[in-house]
């Protein structure tokens, strides 16, 4: 585990959800900007990996000392998915992952509905998390429950909606050891939640002494395809 540098501290961000979950919707409320394509639709909207980043000045102090965030978030096809086989999704992400974090994640976020009753989908994206970046995945993960605004519409608090949940989603809450963030995907301003949330990733971060957690070995094959150049602002990565 490296140090944060002085004055600019990283944070890699891995998102991982089922299909119209808000996965890509929850990187742009994180981002603040609309940088990845999210609307509605009867099937997966995202095909590929991508990543995107931003810098942030001054986004919080660190032993007095003013800090910027670099904030770079890898938003991945939705699991299991219609179009694509489980086995190729597990492969994509892990090579993406690998390519454009090979310092490694530091948080991982499961994303579900808020307005949907949790099924076996949520359940195959914890193994693949596991398969993915090993037993340390629990305690790098927050569950994002998005579309938050029908749980206040049905005029319940989160605390009261968790209470009333299944014992599936109580079992997915656990294997996350109770770390849930509620994201209203519908506020015209990404920033006004992205905030909250960002917090929330650095606390649970600063937690894990901002340690990383490597792509499993076995996981990636780049048949050769791997570049050796780092992304940019905001590049998709095609592994086909």
């Given at each position: 585990?490296?140090?944060?540098?002085?004055?600019?501290?990283?944070?890699?961000?891995?998102?991982?959800?089922?299909p119209?979950?808000?996965?890509s919707?929850t990187?742009?409320?994180?981002?603040?900007?609309?940088?990845?394509?999210?609307?509605?639709?009867?099937?997966?909207?995202?095909?590929?990996?991508?990543?995107?980043?931003k810098?942030?000045?001054?986004?919080?102090?660190?032993?007095?000392?003013?800090?910027?965030?670099?904030?770079?978030?890898l938003?991945?096809?939705?699991?299991?998915?219609?179009?694509?086989?489980?086995?190729?999704?597990?492969?994509?992400?892990?090579?993406?992952?690998?390519?454009?974090?090979p310092?490694g994640?530091h948080?991982?976020?499961?994303?579900t509905?808020a307005?949907?009753?949790?099924?076996?989908?949520?359940?195959?994206?914890v193994?693949?998390?596991?398969?993915?970046?090993g037993?340390?995945?629990?305690?790098?993960?927050l569950?994002?429950?998005?579309?938050?605004?029908?749980?206040?519409?049905?005029r319940?608090?989160g605390?009261?909606?968790?209470?009333?949940?299944?014992?599936?989603?109580?079992?997915?809450l656990?294997?996350?050891?109770?770390?849930?963030?509620?994201v209203?995907?519908?506020?015209a301003?990404?920033q006004?939640?992205g905030?909250?949330?960002l917090?929330?990733?650095?606390?649970i971060?600063?937690?894990?002494k901002y340690?990383?957690?490597?792509?499993?070995?076995g996981?990636?094959?780049d048949?050769?395809k791997?570049?050796?150049?780092?992304?940019?602002?905001?590049e998709?990565i095609?592994?086909?």
């Amino acid at each position: 585990m490296d140090p944060p540098e002085q004055g600019l501290l990283c944070l890699n961000v891995l998102l991982l959800g089922r299909p119209q979950a808000g996965k890509s919707a929850t990187g742009n409320t994180l981002l603040g900007s609309y940088e990845f394509q999210s609307r509605l639709s009867p099937g997966a909207v995202t095909r590929e990996c991508r990543l995107c980043w931003k810098n942030f000045p001054g986004f919080l102090r660190r032993q007095g000392v003013e800090t910027a965030l670099r904030l770079q978030v890898l938003d991945t096809p939705a699991y299991p998915n219609c179009l694509l086989s489980s086995e190729r999704v597990k492969q994509d992400v892990a090579t993406a992952a690998e390519k454009v974090f090979p310092e490694g994640v530091h948080m991982l976020v499961l994303v579900t509905r808020a307005d949907v009753p949790i099924c076996e989908d949520d359940h195959q994206l914890v193994h693949l998390a596991e398969e993915l970046l090993g037993p340390g995945w629990r305690s790098h993960t927050l569950l994002v429950l998005s579309h938050s605004d029908r749980v206040s519409g049905a005029r319940l608090k989160g605390e009261e909606y968790l209470r009333l949940a299944s014992g599936a989603f109580q079992a997915l809450l656990e294997s996350v050891d109770h770390r849930y963030h509620f994201v209203d995907n519908s506020v015209a301003w990404p920033q006004a939640e992205g905030r909250p949330l960002l917090e929330k990733l650095l606390r649970i971060s600063s937690q894990n002494k901002y340690s990383r957690l490597q792509i499993k070995p076995g996981h990636v094959n780049d048949l050769g395809k791997r570049q050796q150049e780092r992304p940019t602002h905001n590049e998709s990565i095609h592994l086909s």
